[in-house]
C-alpha cells in the first residue's frame, strides 16, 4: 500500500512540473515573437539584419474604399452669386433658404454616420440630388454621374428622401379651411358654381412593362403601361387630395372608390356634418352624414334645393351629392350647353395642375422602371414639394411649364370641351361596364339628389347671364 502511494505522489509532482514547464515554454515563444516584432518595427528595412531573418511583410495599405466620381453639378450648387441662385432654382425648384430649411427637417432621417470604410454623403447632397433627379427628368444612372454617386446610392438616396418628405411634410396636402376654405367657395361661387370647393381628375404615370405576367392589369387605353393618381386641388392649383396606385386600365370611376375620399363623404365616421337629400315631392330626407369639408354649411335655393359643399369632376364620374359632372351629350337643351360650357372653362383649373406638376417635375413625364412602392412616393413627395412652392411664393418660370406638356390631357368625352347642340354622345361608358352598386350611386330608390337641381339652377342662372352680356356687346358695338 505504501508503494501504491509512493507512486500516486510522484505522478502528481510530474504532472505539475510538467504543466509548469510547458506555460514557461509558451510565456518565452510569446516573449520572443514580441520582441522580434518590435525589433522589425525599431529597424530599417533591411530586416535581414536580425538574427538572418527575412523581414516582415509590411501590410498592404487600402488605396481606394469607394470609387471616386467628380460631380461637376453638386459644386455648381454650392456656389453662391445672382447667377448662381437662378441656377440652383432651376435644377431644385427652391430657393436656397427653403431648400435649407427642409434640409434641416428632414436631415435626421436620411443623414448617414462616417464609418472606417467611407464618409457619409452629406444630407444636402442627397436632398439636391433627388430635386434635381425629379425636376430633370433623367435616369438614375445619368443624374448620378452628374453628382459623382453610385447607382445603388442615388437609388437609396431617393427613397429615403421621400420617404422623409412624406413623414415631416405629409400634412402639407390637406383640405383648405378657415380662411383658405372661404376664399375658395367665394371664388367658385363668382365663377357660377356656389358651395363648391374643388376639382377632382385623375391623371397617368407612366411605367416600362411590369413583369411577372401583370403587364395586363397596367396597360391604359392610351396604349401605355401606367397608374393612375387622382388629384383634387383648388383655384390656386393647391393640391388638397391624392391617391396613387391603382393599375392603368381601371376607370376613373373604380379609382374613387379607392381612396379615403370617398369612404369619408359616403359612411357615417366621426369627426361628419349632417347633409339632406330632396325627395321627387320636393320634401328634404335627412339623416345621411358627411365628413367636412363637404357640408359645413348649405345653401338653400329658392325651390327648396339643399346645396352642399361639391367637386367638379368630369363625365367619367356618376352624379353624387358631392361631385358635380357635367351633363351627357344626348338631347343637350341652351341652357345645359351654355353649363356645361362654362362648366368645362373652369374644370380645367385641374388640367393646369397637371400640366403645372408634370412641367415642375419632369420625371413624370417619363416612363418608370416598375417599382410601384417608390413611384407612388415619389408622385406624393413631388406633391408635397409642389404645395410648398405654392405657399412660400415661390415664383414659377413660365417656360417650365411650356416644355413639358400633359401626355394625357385627352378629355374623357365631348363633354369636356366646348360644344354646340348638334355635339355627339359616346361620354357616358356602356351599361356592361357598372355594376349593380354603381348603378345605384346613380340613382337611389324613390328620390334623386341635389346635385341634380343644384345643376339645372346653375344652368339656368348661367343662361341669363349669357344672354345678358350679349346684349351689352350688342349696344356698344352698334
Known amino acids: 500500500m505504501r508503494v501504491t502511494w509512493v507512486r500516486e505522489q510522484m505522478a502528481v509532482m510530474c504532472g505539475i512540473l510538467f504543466i509548469r514547464c510547458m506555460t514557461q515554454i509558451i510565456m518565452m515563444r510569446k516573449m520572443t515573437a514580441i520582441q522580434l516584432l518590435l525589433a522589425h518595427v525599431s529597424l530599417a528595412e533591411d530586416g535581414h539584419a536580425i538574427l538572418g531573418l527575412p523581414p516582415l511583410p509590411r501590410p498592404r495599405r487600402q488605396r481606394f474604399w469607394v470609387r471616386h466620381r467628380a460631380g461637376g453639378t453638386w459644386e455648381e450648387l454650392n456656389m453662391v452669386g445672382p447667377e448662381h441662385d437662378k441656377k440652383f432654382r432651376e435644377y431644385t425648384r427652391l430657393t436656397r433658404p427653403i431648400f435649407q430649411r427642409i434640409v434641416d427637417r428632414i436631415s435626421p432621417r436620411i443623414q448617414r454616420l462616417n464609418t472606417s470604410w467611407r464618409q457619409a454623403l452629406p444630407a444636402s447632397m442627397k436632398f439636391a440630388f433627388t430635386l434635381y433627379r425629379w425636376a430633370r427628368g433623367g435616369s438614375y444612372r445619368q443624374c448620378g454621374n452628374d453628382f459623382g454617386m453610385g447607382l445603388h446610392s442615388v437609388v437609396r438616396c431617393t427613397e429615403n428622401v421621400s420617404t422623409a418628405l412624406l413623414a415631416h411634410y405629409g400634412d402639407t396636402v390637406r383640405w383648405s379651411t378657415g380662411a383658405c376654405l372661404e ?136 352624379v353624387l351629392p358631392w361631385l358635380m359632372t357635367p351633363y351627357s351629350a ?144 350688342a349696344r356698344v358695338f352698334r
Open 183 to 318: 376664399t375658395t367657395l367665394e371664388y367658385f361661387e363668382g365663377k357660377g358654381f356656389p358651395r363648391c370647393f374643388g376639382v377632382i381628375d385623375c391623371t397617368h404615370v407612366y411605367l416600362d412593362k411590369p413583369r411577372n405576367g401583370r403587364a395586363e392589369a397596367y396597360y391604359n387605353r392610351n396604349r401605355h403601361y401606367s397608374i393612375v393618381a387622382q388629384v383634387v386641388c383648388d383655384e390656386n392649383l393647391r393640391i388638397l387630395d391624392v391617391c396613387v396606385g391603382a393599375s392603368g386600365s381601371v376607370r376613373d370611376s373604380r379609382v374613387l372608390r379607392v381612396p379615403d375620399l370617398y369612404s369619408s363623404a359616403e359612411e357615417r365616421r366621426a369627426p361628419f356634418t349632417r347633409r339632406t337629400n330632396v325627395l321627387q315631392d320636393g320634401t328634404v330626407r335627412a339623416g345621411v352624414e358627411i365628413r367636412a369639408p363637404f357640408t359645413r354649411r348649405t345653401n338653400v335655393l329658392q325651390d327648396g334645393t339643399v346645396m352642399g359643399r361639391y367637386l367638379m369632376r368630369d363625365a367619367g364620374y356618376p
Open 330 to 473: 344626348v338631347n343637350r337643351t341652351a341652357e345645359q350647353v351654355a353649363f356645361n360650357n362654362k362648366f368645362s372653362a373652369l374644370r380645367c383649373v385641374i388640367e393646369r395642375c397637371f400640366g403645372r406638376l408634370k412641367g415642375m417635375w419632369r420625371c413624370f413625364g417619363r416612363k418608370h422602371i416598375v417599382n410601384m412602392r417608390n413611384v407612388c412616393k415619389q408622385f406624393l413627395a413631388c406633391c408635397i414639394l409642389d404645395n410648398i412652392i405654392i405657399d412660400e411664393g415661390i415664383p414659377v418660370d413660365e417656360e417650365l411649364l411650356w416644355r413639358q406638356a400633359d401626355e394625357d390631357e385627352e378629355s374623357d368625352g365631348d363633354d369636356d370641351a366646348p360644344e354646340s347642340d348638334d355635339s355627339g354622345g359616346d361620354d357616358d361608358p356602356p351599361d356592361g361596364d357598372f355594376d349593380i352598386d354603381e348603378a345605384l350611386l346613380r340613382c337611389e330608390g324613390s328620390f334623386i339628389y341635389a346635385s341634380h337641381r343644384q345643376r339645372h339652377r346653375v344652368a339656368e342662372r348661367l343662361r341669363e347671364a349669357i344672354h345678358a352680356h350679349s346684349d351689352h356687346v
